[in-house]
């Protein structure tokens, strides 16, 4: 059988299992089994597969049929043009947190400053910005050891030198730094907030993704609120807070941003129209009146 219709078999296979995007799940996949790009397909479909190959990809399709993420399947996710490694103990790379990176950089005025990530996973938005901006330090933490090692490897597979990452439950393990190394100039997060009794939790990727670094208490606004009022004790002078939210959490986030002193809040769409991002700045100012308040 050609490749181009062992794809069109496949893409049938995966419509019906429900799949929001078979032909791309079928083609990543392959690609995946043959070790080629996609764009070699689309030149070569009338080639063949070994019967290995075919043996492999059919497994690979029968997972993905059941749900199990492409990411997952592969090891890997593309994230800001780096190709990442990725597994179940930890989120799959979103293009929707690209706009948390892009967010960041333009805040990143200084040639050289510090950035911290929490809740890292893979390492994505944390290795995005150091491959951006190679003058800054950027630390990423995460609480569960198996990411931390996994965005480490992620960094020496992209020879990304001026990221590292620690276990820590959120801010704690910072306070075994240097006083000087516990401020930032930027903190980003895309922290747990999922609901707990929120119907997505039941479809899609999520499902095999670990409930962890998706649910959160409080109808999901506890850990961005923890960051909110926490992050300040890290954030250096003018330093800026970036959170990542639900699509209806926006309005939340910036009452909170804006009861806890921070100034110049607003919250950015996503590349689907949500409102996604929202951050704020933390001036000398601020310190003032929420230390008045």
Known sequence: MSLDALLKQATQRLSAAGSASPRVDAEVLLSHVLGRNRTWLYTWGDQSCSSWECARFDALVAARAQGTPVAYLTGEREFWGLRLATSPDTLIPRPDTETLVELALGRAINPAGRLL??????????????????????????VREEAVALAARN??????????FMQSDWFSALETLAEAEKRFDIIVSNPPYIAADDPHLAAGDVRFEPR?????????????????????????????????????????????LS???????????????????????????????????
């Open 117 to 142: 990530d929490l809740g890292t996973g893979t390492g994505a938005i944390a290795l995005a910005f150091a491959s951006e901006q190679p003058r800054w330090q950027v630390v990423g933490v995460d």
């Open 155 to 164: 960094a020496q597979a992209l020879s990304i030198t001026n990221a590292r």
């Open 212 to 256: 962890s670094a998706l649910v959160a208490d409080a109808e999901g606004m506890a850990d961005l609120l923890h960051l909110v009022h926490t992050a300040q004790h890290y954030l250096a002078t003018s330093g800026w807070l970036l959170l990542e939210h639900g699509y209806t959490q926006a309005e939340k986030v910036r009452e909170a």
């Open 259 to 293: 009861n806890a002193g921070y100034q110049n809040v607003e919250s950015i769409r996503d590349l689907g129209g949500h409102e996604r991002v929202t951050l704020g700045h933390l001036l000398p100012s601020s310190l003032t009146t929420a230390t008045t308040a």
